[in-house]
């Protein structure tokens, strides 16, 4: 019937398939050969809104954040090699990104980074990797309450409703006679009372005995996503911050080459989020595309062709949603991998 119909629009996925497709499109009409790609994307606080010592807040959905990972391993192709970190392990095995003018990022891997492998045409490619950004300093933090057991989705606690945060933190710790909830988790974790992951935990005051749970029949995940909702919402006045990072490797004339894609985007405030703005604008901006007989082709479609991308990335510039592209020296892996 010639309808169109657009899906994963959004900021990820939507702009990263726009903004990856303009390039690798780019680097095949001048003849070269992709070798890798990597995308990375994260919703954070803004450096102006970022007073915690997680340099984190919620900037999108509360529950996804908790789960990330969860479930499963993440799958990725780096030098022509299958790749697999299960979920234990996940936020140990972080890479450094740096972005200039904002410092050094990190970013753990997706759960698929081979999803989009044939939709972008990069089945031959040698390296295929995505990645979620943090601060640096945040997935060793994380991993804390993974390895205590705190974002498990998969059992309901006893009792939840009238559970005392304190309560809730001594579930995951083993029994002694003597010893306090505070010194069985700093051994159980093996961290002193001068580490900086020390800080963060009591920052989120999950060892005070008058905060209660409220919450009925909840997970364990559940009750961790409550207690941080409760550190981690945007205030009125903060800002939140958008940024994402595309590496293509490729070759042409027997070289090989790289193009780094970087995009940030800071929010107004609270409500007009730059999360907001960048998974908004394109939903509209495709709608009015169609309706104006421009994006003609039927069916149900992804944003990746020319069509599509190139008339929505111009229109996103004028919001402040820009790409700086720079040509670097091709290392083929990260240099400043983490671990």
């Not at 990190?106 to 031959?124: C, I, T």
């Not at 007989?293 to 996103?316: H, R």
Request: hydrophobic share 35%; charged share 25%; proline share 4%.
């Amino acid at each position: 019937n010639g309808l169109v119909f657009m899906n994963e629009i959004g900021l990820d996925p939507g702009i990263d398939h726009m903004s990856a497709m303009k390039i690798i499109d780019e680097i095949r009409e001048k003849g070269g050969k992709m070798v890798l790609f990597e995308s990375f994307c994260g919703g954070l606080v803004a450096p102006e809104s970022d007073n915690n010592l997680w340099n984190y807040k919620f900037t999108w959905a509360p529950r996804n954040v908790v789960l990330a990972g969860n479930g499963g391993a993440a799958k990725f192709i780096q030098e022509g090699t299958y790749k697999y970190i299960p979920y234990h392990k996940l936020f140990r095995r972080t890479e450094f990104l740096d972005v200039e003018g904002y410092g050094r990022f990190e970013a753990y891997a997706n759960r698929d980074s081979l999803k989009y492998r044939s939709v972008y045409g990069l089945d031959d490619v040698l390296t295929l990797y995505r990645g979620t950004i943090r601060r640096v300093g945040y997935s060793r933090a994380w991993n804390m309450f993974v390895q205590l057991g705190m974002t498990d989705d998969t059992y309901v606690v006893d009792d939840s409703e009238t559970m005392s945060y304190r309560e809730f933190t001594n579930l995951f710790l083993p029994y002694h006679p003597t010893d306090s909830v505070e010194i069985k988790l700093r051994l159980q974790l093996g961290i002193e009372q001068d580490d900086i992951m020390w800080d963060k935990l009591l920052e989120l005051d999950i060892f005070n005995p008058n905060k209660i749970v409220g919450l009925k029949n909840a997970t364990p995940a559940q009750i961790l996503e409550k207690i941080l909702t409760e550190q981690w919402t945007l205030e009125p006045e903060d800002k939140d911050m958008i940024v994402m990072y595309h590496k293509f490797g490729y070759e042409i004339n027997g070289e090989q080459k790289q193009i780094d894609s970087k995009m940030v985007c800071i929010g107004d405030d609270q409500t007009y989020t730059a999360m907001a703005k960048t998974v908004g604008l394109p939903v509209a901006m495709a709608t009015l595309q169609i309706l104006n007989g421009n994006i003609t082709t039927p069916g149900v479609q992804l944003p990746i062709t020319k069509e599509v991308y190139e008339p929505i990335l111009k229109e996103l510039e004028e919001y402040g949603v820009v790409f700086n592209e720079k040509e670097v020296k091709y290392f083929g892996y990260n240099p400043i991998k983490q671990s």
